[in-house]
């Protein structure tokens, strides 16, 4: 199972964890992987090509993906990482058995 956690201070979402595997498919065949895995690194990418990458900070290793905000003030930020969010949200509705969101 793919486990997504965000975390929030005062302003917003500061952090955004995803570790594991949905195991809905074999690997390479994943669709809740390859979701998940295209909504992280695009939002990412969108925040980079938005000028917003210095106010991130994140690691990728075989999968997991944990993105750090470091300045949770900015509001274009926390749009785009709500936007996140959302998405996540919505491939767990379609495979609860694959994919869990938690806010912690």
Not at 14 to 39: P, W
């Amino acid at each position: 199972m793919i486990k997504i956690k965000i975390a929030r201070d005062d302003n917003g979402i500061s952090l955004i964890s995803m570790h594991g595997h949905a195991e809905y498919d074999q690997y390479g065949k994943d669709i809740v992987c390859s979701a998940a895995s295209t909504i992280i690194i695009g939002g990412i990418n969108a925040i980079a090509q938005l000028g917003y990458l210095s106010f991130i900070s994140y690691d990728v290793d075989a999968g997991d993906v944990e993105l750090k905000i470091n300045n949770t003030e900015c509001a274009e930020l926390q749009i785009i990482l709500n936007t996140l969010l959302v998405q996540f949200q919505s491939i767990e509705e379609s495979y609860p058995k694959n994919i869990q969101v938690q806010e912690v």
